[in-house]
Nanobody, 119 residues
Framework: QVHVVESGGGLVQAGGSLRLSCAAS????????MGWFRQAPGKEREFVGSIRWSIGTTYYSDSVKGRFTVSRDNARNMIFLQMNNLKPEDTAVYYC????????????WGQGTQVTVSS
């Protein structure tokens, strides 16, 4: 079994910052990537950013590029999402996910953490 747990969400004013954390546990030796996604009310879930585990390359959606940063702590099997210059449209439930080796898509998901940005 593989599990991920997100933390760090909350309420912040526009222009502020938050840092989300994601802790992975279980049989995680075969992960290809870990990523962040979000889902706002009434909208579909969308990709935010990710990191390829073997080489550390990061990827971002255009909507967050330059404002959000994905990083990792290999020793603690964690990834982070540093969110700066937050906007009201960033309000959503943020999910951490793992794409395991051989999987065609992200296949392990956390429960999510709420981020609310007030104007």
């Amino acid at each position: 079994q593989v599990h991920v747990v997100e933390s760090g969400g909350g309420l912040v004013q526009a222009g502020g910052s938050l840092r989300l954390s994601c802790a992975a546990s279980g049989r995680i030796w075969n992960r290809d990537a870990m990523g962040w996604f979000r889902q706002a009310p009434g909208k579909e879930r969308e990709f935010v950013g990710s990191i390829r585990w073997s080489i550390g390359t990061t990827y971002y959606s255009d909507s967050v590029k330059g404002r959000f940063t994905v990083s990792r702590d290999n020793a603690r099997n964690m990834i982070f999402l540093q969110m700066n210059n937050l906007k009201p449209e960033d309000t959503a439930v943020y999910y951490c996910a793992i794409q395991r080796r051989g999987a065609s898509d992200y296949d392990v998901w956390g429960q999510g953490t709420q981020v609310t940005v007030s104007s």
